[in-house]
């Protein structure tokens, strides 16, 4: 269940309340978030939609301690983020986030299993048990045979779903999208959009998605629309 | 360990870009290494002149003689427990351009003084035997082909006419730093033909019992001679051996100079490219952050390239320094100790790594301190 009006809804897994940020360009201040609050549920595919400047992106980066707040805190599986050190974000992020990005960010030097073992390399798995994570993680994105290939020899459909097996395959808490589907034509957007989907209802998953495509957003279980730096309206998704 | 296909991809990202840096460096210290060995050339014998040893020259010039009679006198100085002299020959082995020093020395009291020079005994007797005999160091018998029981005829310059040597033994050093380009003969061959030798040698050299006292002892020397014909300067072999090389100019503010120039430019260029590398991977770096490298792992990570770049390139080009100076002094006989010891090669690595670690410790920096969201935004 998710909820925008800032009453508590049980254990929610992501909880934001007050949320604001300010940038400044010179004397002007720029509010690109004002107030904002926030109530996700474990298991929930939520969309942010709005016009470009209205502080998804922005929402997005503070949920995934990319970035800090000005005001307002934010708690993700019981863990005030807003006051964390850098190393102690770093660690957070590497247990509770996977981030897929509109342009894959892929490292071109590196193997997609390469690529999606980058996480691990920040645990303390063994080599082998490294390996069996990488191998399932591109198994469930369906690129299984595409192993060795370098981004520069994958679709940018398989490029998307590499990046999603790297955000997936150290099991983080939640996904946050950030325009998965903005580099893709409609049928490979629409199968990282059902890849997704299979996370949500398959493993659990947590996923918050900036889109806007509305067809893309109608899959998620609940869309939110941001304006201004607001939440302005929810819907429900199909 | 696990991070190293990371940086070895990365090395090899760009690799013609990388193969360049890591050829200037190559070039930068096998000229770091021969510098080296050039000033081990100019000092190595000051290294291995002993503590315990005077030279006592005359007062007015090195090329001026003193009296062979000295050498009892000298012996009844307190302090002094050994000594004999040298003089100076000055021959010509068919070309001028074939130098190698030649000394007159008496025979017996000069090799006790150097223990330093390692002839074999059947050779060393077969040279206290033979009046012709003289014995040469490996390094000048290598570069000629001399054998022992060969003949060798030299031309004097300074003693005229033609003088034949029988090469009784070859000497070598018992440390690398010995000079083992040096002739040597009897000094009695010499006097017995050169009337006007006339019972005087070119330099004594003392062994004293206790270094501690060198200063003392060749005051009460040059006290002994005052007022003398013959006036003397005494002073230890290192300062004695020193005033040479101070002759040929400050070498070493030279070599100095020379491998600071050498070392910065190296600096701007790893530094460059490591800014360079650094800047085009601004997005990568900022996924590395996002899935939870710290910033300290990415300054490492940035410092460990610049650093394999520095001394896979270090290692190249001090390897091929020392194998450009196994072949000996490549002026022969100017450079006697042209060589690079392993104690030398390591500091040419630690110097190597040290232009790693500052020159990629601005990208290194600017890598940690890589705001991801800004970055992200480039991407």
């Given at each position: 269940m998710v909820r925008v009006d800032g009453i508590n809804n049980g254990d929610a897994l992501i909880r934001v309340r007050d949320l604001d940020k300010t940038y400044r360009r010179g004397s002007e201040v720029i509010h690109?978030?004002?107030?904002l609050n926030l109530n996700v549920d474990r298991g929930e595919f939520v969309a942010f939609m709005g016009?470009?400047?209205?502080g998804k992106t922005t929402l997005l980066n503070l949920l995934g301690g990319l970035d800090v707040p000005s005001a307002g805190t934010i708690t993700a599986d019981g863990e005030q983020i807003e006051k964390m050190s850098g190393r102690k974000l770093a660690a957070w992020r590497a247990r509770h986030v996977g981030f897929v990005f509109q342009m894959y960010?892929?490292?071109?030097?590196?193997?997609a299993f390469q690529n999606v073992e980058l996480p691990l390399l920040?645990?303390?798995?063994s080599k082998s048990d490294r390996r069996r994570h990488v191998e399932m993680a591109l198994s469930i994105v369906g690129l299984s045979d595409r192993m060795k290939h370098y981004p520069n020899q994958l679709s940018g459909g398989q490029e998307q779903r590499v990046a999603i097996a790297r955000a997936i395959v150290a099991d983080p808490t939640f996904l946050l999208c950030d325009e998965?589907?903005?580099?893709?034509?409609r049928k490979n957007g629409m199968e990282i959009i059902e890849l997704l989907e299979r996370l949500v209802a398959e493993h659990y998953k947590t996923v918050l998605m900036v889109t806007h495509d509305p067809i893309a957003a109608n899959k998620a279980h609940q869309i939110l629309h941001l304006e201004k730096g607001s939440l302005v309206e929810a819907t429900k998704g199909n | 360990m696990k991070f190293l296909p990371l940086i070895l991809k990365n090395l090899l990202r760009k690799k013609i870009r990388t193969s360049l840096t890591i050829l200037s460096i190559a070039v930068a210290l096998f000229l770091f290494g021969l510098l080296v060995a050039i000033n081990s050339a100019f000092t190595g014998g000051i290294e291995a002149a002993g503590a315990d040893r005077l030279v006592i020259r005359n007062k007015i010039s090195i090329i001026m003689p003193l009296p062979i009679s000295y050498k009892e006198r000298v012996l009844q100085?307190?302090?002094?427990?050994a000594d004999t002299y040298a003089s100076w020959f000055g021959g010509v082995y068919q070309d001028p351009k074939n130098f190698f020093p030649q000394f007159a020395i008496d025979k017996i009291t000069y090799l006790k003084m150097y223990p330093e020079y390692l002839l074999p005994k059947d050779q060393y007797e077969a040279f206290l035997a033979d009046r012709q005999g003289c014995i040469i160091g490996r390094t000048t018998a290598d570069r000629f082909g001399f054998k022992v029981g060969d003949r060798l005829p030299i031309r004097g310059t300074i003693f005229t006419g033609t003088w034949e040597f029988n090469i009784r033994g070859i000497f070598d050093g018992n440390r690398p730093e010995v000079d083992t380009t040096p002739m040597m003969f009897d000094y009695e061959y010499l006097s017995e033909r050169v009337s006007f030798i006339n019972g005087r040698v070119g330099w004594y050299i003392v062994k004293i019992g206790n270094p501690n006292d060198a200063e003392k002892v060749a005051k009460a020397i040059d006290q002994r001679f005052s007022n003398s014909n013959n006036e003397t300067i005494t002073e230890p072999e290192k300062m004695f051996v020193a005033g040479w090389v101070k002759q040929m100019g400050n070498i070493r503010l030279l070599i100095l100079s020379i491998g600071t120039v050498v070392f910065f430019t190296l600096m701007l260029v790893t530094g460059n490219t490591m800014a360079i590398a650094v800047r085009e991977r601004t997005g990568e770096l900022a996924v590395l952050k996002t899935v939870g490298f710290t910033d300290e792992a990415t300054l490492i990570i940035v410092l460990v390239e610049s650093v394999a770049i520095a001394v896979i390139g270090g290692g190249i080009g001090i390897g091929l320094a020392k194998l450009f100076t196994l072949n000996g002094d490549p002026t022969h006989g100017f450079l006697p100790f042209f060589f690079i010891s392993p104690v030398q090669m390591i500091v040419g690595l630690f110097v190597a790594a040290l232009v790693g670690v500052v020159s990629g410790i601005i990208p290194a920096f600017l890598a940690m301190r890589l705001r991801i969201v800004d970055a992200l935004r480039r991407v």
């Open positions: 690109v978030l004002q107030g016009p470009s400047g209205s960010n892929l490292l071109p030097v590196l193997t920040l645990t303390k798995l998965p589907t903005g580099d893709l034509d | 100085i307190n302090g002094v427990t």
